[in-house]
């Protein structure tokens, strides 16, 4: 992983959730409402993003969506993931995904999917709903606090153990003798949630359904505030790869970079989050928020860079060079992604500090990983 000087350049991920990080961001949107929960829509964003240089793209998972928005139409995270899949070749895909309220084997099992539609591009992003329509849309009473911590690990370490319960080479495709699997390289999961837990235990036995993902293992992506201080104790972040930190201001936020370098160390990466709202068709991004605040205001927990393209390749380029990537939510993704593509990226590129893009690379690769060993194979079980 990296120091607190980059050893390497940075990337950069962009979320393609709606019409853009503001609940209003469907009024400024290049195309009419009812185009927004479609095939083509996503087609356009994704290629769009990766045409543009972006590493990665993350979908957000509507049930669990912060805050209100005026669109209450969403589509599913992995589905929208899975479609990009075989349309693109170099971005990173990465939905986000409940592990409070969706059952950790369907998890695992549509992650590694993905993994194989993507060509080992697939990530995960963790998500830990608390609301009361999360709870009540499967029956079950409302997770907080600490527990949704908990609840996360569990079903994290629940997906590892599956992604594992397959060798790499189970599958044996014998025409001859008519063996499609080698039987003794499937290994059960075995997983039991342990008397601490919070919410009510479960077992999880596999093993897996599918075969072990391209990647061996999915990186696997949580935001900081999920773990709150718990993120500094020992084993927190076990199973996670890479940690979102955002900070109270854009200017604050390679300061907060740093300060979780010190703290975490170099065992996971670091990708800083910011929304983004730049100067744009001839209006000052003031008065773009202005407009769109009019409508609906706009609450974000993120660090927030309003201005000219000039100073947001001056504020990524100090983040950069502390943090592994940077995740960027534009206000209007429409209009944000056109002014990205054509006046930050190429300057970014410029002073070198970008990573190159690299097709049929993995996200394993962009995040400097070597492919895991099976730790069923290792155990010699």
């Known amino acids: 992983m990296s ?6 350049p940075g990337f950069l991920v962009l979320e393609l959730d709606g019409d853009g990080a503001h609940p209003a961001a469907w009024r400024a949107a290049r195309h009419a409402p009812r185009e927004l929960l479609t095939g083509a829509r996503i087609r356009s964003t994704v290629l769009a993003a990766e045409s543009a240089g972006f590493h990665g793209a993350t979908f957000a998972d509507g049930s669990l969506a912060q805050g209100e928005t005026d669109v209450g139409g969403r589509l599913d995270a992995i589905q929208r993931a899975a479609f990009a899949g075989p349309l693109t070749r170099s971005i990173v895909l990465v939905p986000e995904v409940d592990t409070v309220y969706t059952e950790p084997f369907h998890v695992a099992t549509q992650l590694a999917s993905l993994d194989y539609v993507a060509g080992g591009r697939a990530g995960w992003l963790v998500a830990a709903a608390n609301s009361e329509s999360a709870g009540a849309a499967v029956g079950r009473e409302t997770v907080h606090g600490t527990a949704l911590a908990l609840e996360a690990e569990a079903s994290v370490e629940v997906s590892r153990r599956l992604w594992d ?3 790499d080479d189970a599958v044996i495709r014998d025409v001859e003798t008519g063996q499609y699997l080698d039987a003794d390289k499937l290994h059960y999961a075995d997983f039991e949630t342990g008397p601490d837990f919070p919410g009510a235990g479960y077992t999880v036995k596999g093993p897996a359904i ?16 999920l773990f709150g201080e718990h993120l500094y104790d020992a084993g927190a972040l076990a199973g996670i790869d890479a940690v979102l930190v955002t900070a109270p201001t854009a200017q604050a936020l390679a300061a907060s970079v740093a300060n979780f370098r010190h703290r975490l160390g170099t065992t996971v990466a670091i990708i800083a989050e910011l929304d983004v709202v730049v100067d744009a068709r001839g209006q ?5 928020v202005a407009y769109l605040d009019a409508h609906t205001s706009w609450l974000s927990p993120r660090a927030r860079y309003t201005g000219g393209a000039d100073g947001l390749v001056e504020l990524l380029t100090e983040v950069l060079a502390v943090a592994d990537g940077v995740r960027l939510h534009p206000a209007v993704l429409d209009v944000e ?5 054509r006046l930050v990226l ?4 410029r002073r070198g500090a970008l990573a ?3 097709p049929d690379a ?6 400097g990983l070597a492919r895991p060993a099976n730790r069923f194979e290792l155990a010699g079980n």
């Open 165 to 167: 319960s397959w060798e």
């Open 284 to 288: 000052s991004a003031e008065e773009r």
């Open 3 to 8: 120091t607190n000087e980059q050893e390497r």
């Open 337 to 341: 992604l056109d002014e990205l593509s």
């Open 362 to 367: 993995t996200f394993r690769d962009l995040l």
């Open 346 to 349: 190429p300057a970014l590129r």
């Open 356 to 358: 190159p893009q690299t």
């Open 210 to 225: 599918i075969p072990r993902p391209l990647q061996g293992q999915l990186p696997v992506v949580a935001p900081a505030s």
